[in-house]
């Protein structure tokens, strides 16, 4: 007499717990937080800003070292991305300066900074992931400001030649505004001897 009782029991239990699973939605159970970084804002020119484009609000990610951003004394002509210069990550010994910075697709348009306070003669950057790049805001050391722009193209995973300058400079900062196509992307800027 006990053992029809517990078969019953037991397939109640099952009954339930079939319920329960054909009652979960799968749409919710790979929603996602989505975590800003902080408020979005307008990405802050100076004037004479070579690019005339209205800009995208960004989430502006901080300086993990300290950069000291003085507003540019003078912009140098745009330089417009182009087909990119592939090239090999460079070795160890040609590196003066690196820096990077991990950023997500649910954060959408992004703005970055790396203090590079360095002398150098070339910057390359090295994307993990893919992103589109609205601008990249190199600020020398005298003030001078070397704006490349990408005008919101993608760019697949690789390293690039960002901007070269053979007579060596030195560079206070670069400025990025970039967004993940990927989930995330990992950009690494690196400063050449």
Known sequence: M?????????????FALVLIVLSTNPVEAKRKTVVHRGP?????????????????????????????FV???????????????VVTVPPKDRVIWEDSETFTKDEEWTEISLGAHDRG???????DGEA?????????????????DFN??????????????????????VRLVAKAESETARVTLRMLR
Request: proline content about 8%; overall charge positive.
């Open 2 to 14: 006990s053992k029809p009782r517990s078969m019953r029991s037991l397939l109640r239990l099952a």
């Open 132 to 148: 589109r790049f609205d601008f990249a805001e190199i600020v020398f050391g005298n003030g001078d400001s070397q704006v490349v």
């Open 152 to 173: 919101q193209k993608k760019v697949k995973r690789g390293a690039f030649e960002l901007l070269n300058f053979k007579d060596g400079r030195e560079v206070s900062y």
């Open 40 to 68: 979005r804002r307008t990405v802050v020119v100076h004037q004479g800003f070579p690019i005339r484009r209205r800009l995208p609000t960004v989430v502006v990610h901080p300086a993990r070292y300290k950069v000291a």
């Open 71 to 85: 507003p540019p004394a003078r912009f140098l002509p745009v330089v417009a991305w182009r087909a990119p210069v």
């Open 121 to 127: 003669t070339a910057l390359v950057l090295d994307l």
